[in-house]
Each structure stands twice: as structure tokens, then as C-alpha cells.
């Protein structure tokens, strides 16, 4: 079983740290405290933790001064400040200088929990060693001895002591992320922090200030300074993760900060020296964005000056067995129990599937199958019901499709419509581009891009169907 995270607690009210330790500890984290910033500081020195939470104001040392000498002897080690209004403009100073975030007090617990939580997170993925190639229990591997594999191993190795940037590029589920950890992990800027943004999980009008930060005012709901990932990852690694959902602005943005090697907070004038890798990745075909206008050129020569390819799954069948064994032995060792047999046919089975989502696909499916045998051996019967599972639509067993065509057939039989084809066609049509619409939250450029047609189609079939881009 996984260790619980430790928190260590740095604040001098007795109350405030009987009930936050009552909150943490109900949350699965083992909580320390000292009750001033020298005690803090040395109980940071030698005692592993995994996040400080320091109130701002303290005996000894100050939070400020906390921050500074726990970033110069642990640079990775997350800092949550707790602060008062009065203070916040120091707090942001401290921000800059190495803290993870602050809170404003009063706060409610949920937003501090989600904000623990966050942080050990990202502190965890710096340090969990990426093994490569090694049937490693416990943490994350880059699994496989094929010719393909080989080759990405060969590149990790020498772009990570490099200064430069990397393009990593393959389908979703392939394992990008992975070769981003690795590349990070063996590189000369390891101890330094490693920050992950998803370009793709953060709407566009948020993502400038999640890259940049912003100040005060910038726009509507900017009550405060605000650093941004560019200035957390400062001498350390950026992973910019689907870069390939940015927005043409956005990237325009980037490309100077790859320029300049400098910032502008949302809203600034000030100019803030930056010294950041960046590691990027997409699952787009760059070169068919480019010339659909959806992707800067100049940008991408910027980003690709080393580019990893990472395969698919169907072009390196022959490292499934190894996947499947060290998915088996995860899972064994999160529950606690032996790892089981598998027999030799549910391998051949697994094997032979075409995997369009790739490791992730494969993953889920032993997942499945690891819960289907209970503890005993794993068999042809609990695969082929696992990969069954792990590829069905949650909640939909097609019942209401055909359903719908048998009514459809049954009134063409009938003499009651005239064309059963082009209604179905339109049917599924009309259904397909609401949905995309609806999940691009009125996007039109990303659900046409979501669905492979052109802007120009995507805009004619939702007036065709009568579909307002803001459902």
C-alpha cells in the first residue's frame, strides 16, 4: 500500500492546528507541526514531507523567510502560505519566490483541501521515479523492449541533458507524459520544479493567466496578483501537455515568451525574466493544423526542435505482455494481495486486439479483469469480458439506436416515410453536431476540429439542423 502523504503544519495558534490536523488526517494525510518558522524549518530539513501549509505570520522566522530557505534547500517541495488580507501583496512577493500558492483567510476547507491536494500531486509526480523499460512495483515505468521502444529510450537519453525543447507527438493514451517525466528526471534541471499544464482541460479564456498570471484588475473576478506557471517553474521544466488545443492568441504568446525568454502578466506592463525548459505534447496532426490555420508554423519550428514520436500500441504488439504483467503486479500491490496467473490464451487474446486507445485502453481493460478473477488465476473468459467493458459506452448499450431504426424500418414498411436512409443519416447528424457543440461549450473551431471536418461544415450543419452554438 501506498505511504500516506505528509503534511507538515507550521502555525502558532494551538486551536487552528488541532482542527486543521482533525480535517488533514480525515483526508488521508499524516499531519507534523511546529508552532514557529524555525522549528518548521528544521523539521522540514529532516523530516520527509511531502507539502508545508505555513501561516504568513509567525514566531522565529517569518513565512516569507521560511519560503526563501525551504525553496533554496528543497526547490520541489510545495508551500501553501495562509494569510491575511492585509498581507497579500507580501504573500504574492513569496509566491514568486518559490511558494506553491496562498489562502486567504478567513478560507473554506473545501477550497483548502482542493488546494492540498493539487500540491501533493504535483509534488509526487516530481518525484515518482520513471523507470524505463523495468518491471518496477510501486511507481510508473516506460514499458517495453521493442525496436520502437528502443528508439524512444535512445532520444530520452540524449535530449534530457540538453537545454532545448522537445515536441513529444503521438496518439492519446500512448504514454507522452511518461517520456515528459523521464526527459525531466535526467535532466540537469531534476531538482528544480517540474509543472504540468493541460492546455486542453482549461478553457481558453483562463489559460493565458494560467500560463502568465495576471494583476490585480486584469479582468472581471481578478480581485488579485496572481503568478503563473511560467514563474512557478522558473530554472525548472514547463510541461505543456495537448498544446495543440491552444488558442491562435495564446500561441502568439508563446512564442515570445520562447523569443524573449520573458513574461507579461495579464494586464502588466512589467517584463519578468524567465529561465524555463518547455516540454510540449500533442495528440494533433501539427502539420494539418498548420495548414488549417489552427496552428502557428513559427511556433511550431520553436517547439519541435527536437520532436519524439512516441508509437501506438498496434505498432508495438509484442510489448503487451510486459504491460500486462506490470499492470497486474500494480494493482496487486495497491490491493495488497498476490499477483496472479495469467494464462498464456488471455495474453494471445490481449495481444491481438488493435488497442485504438492505446496503453491507457489496455490499462483499463486489465483493470477489469484484474477485479473480474477475485484473486484467482486470470483467464480467456474474464479478458474477453474486460476488453468488452472497457470499450462500451458507460450507460449505453446501443438498446435506443436500434430501437430507433426498427421504428424507423417499421414505418418505411408501412408506407409511412419515404427515405428510412437519409432520415437515419440526418438523424445521427443533427445528434453528433449538438453534442460536439455542447461539449465545445459553443466552440465551433474545436467541435469541428473534435469531429475531423472543417469549420465551414461544422457552421452549415448547425444551421441546417437549427443548432445554436451556445447550447
Given amino acids: ?114 488546494l492540498v491536494e493539487k500540491a501533493v500531486a504535483s509534488y509526487q509526480v516530481m518525484l515518482e521515479p520513471i523507470d524505463i523499460s523495468e518491471l518496477s512495483p510501486g511507481h510508473s515505468a516506460i514499458i517495453g523492449k521493442s525496436r520502437a ?40 534541471r531534476a531538482n528544480k520544479p517540474f509543472i504540468t499544464v493541460n492546455c486542453a482541460a482549461i478553457p481558453e479564456t483562463l489559460l493565458e493567466s494560467e500560463l502568465f498570471g495576471h494583476e490585480k484588475g486584469a479582468f472581471t473576478g481578478a480581485e488579485m496578483r496572481r503568478i503563473g506557471r511560467f514563474e512557478q517553474a522558473h530554472q525548472g521544466t514547463i510541461f505543456l501537455d495537448e498544446i495543440g488545443d491552444m488558442s491562435i492568441n495564446t500561441q502568439a504568446k508563446l512564442l515570445r515568451v520562447l523569443q524573449e525568454k520573458s513574461i507579461q502578466r495579464v494586464g502588466g506592463k512589467e517584463i519578468i525574466p524567465t529561465d524555463v525548459r518547455i516540454i510540449a505534447a500533442t495528440h494533433r496532426d501539427l502539420d494539418t493544423a498548420i495548414n488549417a490555420k489552427e496552428f502557428r508554423e513559427d511556433l511550431y519550428y520553436r517547439l519541435n526542435v527536437v520532436g519524439i514520436t512516441v508509437p501506438p500500441l498496434r505498432q508495438r504488439n509484442d510489448d503487451i505482455p510486459d504491460l500486462t504483467r506490470y499492470f497486474l503486479m500494480r494493482y496487486a500491490i495497491e490491493s495488497n494481495v498476490e499477483i496472479p496467473a495469467i494464462h498464456p490464451d488471455a495474453i494471445c487474446f490481449l495481444t491481438e486486439q488493435l488497442w485504438p486507445g492505446n496503453v491507457r485502453e489496455l490499462e483499463n481493460a486489465i483493470r477489469k479483469a484484474f477485479a473480474l478473477a477475485r484473486g484467482y488465476a486470470i483467464g480467456l473468459e474474464e479478458v474477453r469480458q474486460a476488453v468488452t467493458l472497457s470499450r462500451k459506452p458507460a450507460g449505453n448499450d446501443g438498446s435506443a439506436i436500434s430501437g430507433f431504426i426498427s421504428d424507423l424500418i417499421g414505418a418505411a414498411s408501412r408506407g409511412e416515410i419515404q427515405n428510412a436512409h437519409a432520415t437515419v443519416i440526418a438523424a445521427a447528424e443533427r445528434e453528433l453536431f449538438s453534442q460536439a457543440i455542447k461539449l465545445a461549450h459553443g466552440n465551433q473551431a474545436k467541435a469541428a476540429r473534435w469531429l475531423g471536418v472543417s469549420r465551414a461544415t461544422m457552421r452549415e450543419k448547425l444551421i441546417q439542423f437549427q443548432v445554436h452554438p451556445s447550447l
Avoid: W
Fill in 1 to 114: 500500500m501506498k505511504p500516506r502523504p505528509k503534511i507538515l503544519l507550521v502555525e502558532d495558534d494551538p486551536q487552528v492546528v488541532t482542527a486543521l490536523t482533525r480535517v488533514l488526517c480525515d483526508e488521508g494525510y499524516d499531519v507534523i507541526h511546529a508552532l514557529d518558522g524555525t522549528k518548521g524549518l528544521s523539521l522540514a530539513r529532516s523530516e520527509p514531507c511531502d507539502l508545508v501549509i505555513t501561516d504568513f505570520k509567525l514566531p522565529g522566522l517569518s513565512g516569507m523567510e521560511l519560503v526563501q530557505n525551504l525553496h533554496d534547500a528543497r526547490p520541489r517541495l510545495p508551500v501553501i502560505l495562509m494569510t491575511a488580507h492585509g498581507t497579500t501583496d507580501t504573500a504574492i512577493e513569496a509566491t514568486k519566490l518559490g511558494a506553491y500558492d496562498y489562502l486567504l483567510k478567513p478560507f473554506e476547507i473545501p477550497d483548502l483541501l482542493a
Fill in 149 to 188: 521502444m528502443q528508439k524512444i529510450y535512445k532520444e530520452i537519453g540524449r535530449v534530457a541533458s540538453t537545454p532545448t525543447t522537445v515536441l513529444i507527438r503521438g496518439e492519446t493514451g500512448t504514454g507522452k507524459e511518461l517520456v515528459a517525466r523521464a526527459i525531466y528526471q535526467h535532466s540537469d
